[in-house]
């Protein structure tokens, strides 16, 4: 992406992370898990063991921490799960979170399709909504960044879900799992999952984001169009005017012949002066 445009980008985030109004408690625009120590309240329940922190190998390099989430394949620790009922829990839709990013790394065997979802409550089977796509996550050694919107067009409702937004307004549970199927708890796989810079953003709407480009390409049009236009302005007959006795002046201030007085023919004619 061009360099001029990741700048308007990163200034209409701004601007929405701004703009929304924060009136309840849960997550915050902004916030950010980088593991630097714990685990940041990031668990996969017993008799699961829960992730762990590595503390060197982040995107970063030898001494960035990461989460580490293993599964065997089989039982309670089959699947390639963590969920957070923590800062990662309550309103994101009075809080303006509308997305989350986050670093990601494979350690297995195969190709992994990494979702999040939201739970509306704790138990296993309650409802909540999941990424209806997943982001496919290469065996290469490598760290990906990804970014999950949480919007309509990109959950997916599972079980007797509530309306998204009265979901989003009281997350219990948030969770990142390894599914290829848009379901809330995960496939069973004998893997490992690095996870890093878990990331609460609010990311401007489409519509909000091309009015905002539209309003600063006009700007810089009209910018560029300035000169000629008071150019035009300042050579053209708006600068007449009719003296006391409706005759036709020009700006030089003395009287205009027909082909110099275009707009004081028009008043004129208009005016029935003509
Ligand atoms: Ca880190």
Request: with cysteine; charged share 15%; glycine share 10%.
């Given at each position: 992406?061009p360099s001029?445009?990741r700048r ?58 990461f989460l ?207």
């Amino acid at each position: 992406m061009p360099s001029i445009f990741r700048r308007l980008f990163a200034i209409a985030v701004f601007g929405a992370t701004m703009s929304g109004p924060r009136l309840c408690a849960g997550p915050i625009v902004g916030q950010i898990d980088t593991f630097t120590g714990s685990a940041q309240n990031w668990t996969n329940g017993a008799p699961a063991a829960d992730p762990v922190v590595v503390s060197a190998g982040g995107p970063a390099g030898a001494g960035d921490g990461f989460l580490q989430i293993t599964a065997d394949g089989a039982g309670a620790a089959g699947r390639l799960v963590a969920f957070n009922r923590a800062q990662w829990s309550g309103d994101f839709l009075s809080a303006g979170v509308n997305a989350v990013d986050m670093d990601l790394k494979n350690f297995g065997p195969t190709t992994l399709s990494i979702r999040v979802a939201l739970k509306t409550g704790t138990a296993q089977t309650s409802p909540g909504f999941v990424s209806a796509t997943p982001f496919l996550l290469p065996v290469d050694n490598l760290w990906h960044h990804a970014l999950f919107l949480l919007d309509a067009a990109n959950l997916t409702a599972v079980g007797a879900a509530p309306p998204l937004n009265t979901a989003l307004s009281s997350v219990a549970e948030f969770r990142i799992i390894n599914s290829s199927t848009a379901n809330l708890n995960g496939n069973p796989i004998a893997s490992q999952l690095g996870v890093d810079n878990i990331r609460a953003d609010a990311v401007p709407e489409p519509v909000t984001l091309l009015c905002f480009l539209s309003g600063l390409a006009v700007m810089v049009w009209f910018k560029r169009l300035a000169p000629s236009i008071d150019s035009t302005l300042k050579s053209s007959s708006i600068l007449e005017r009719l003296d006391a006795n409706c005759s036709c002046i020009s700006r030089r201030n003395i009287l205009c012949s027909s082909a110099e007085c275009s707009g004081c023919q028009w008043n004129s004619a208009r005016d029935g002066n003509g």
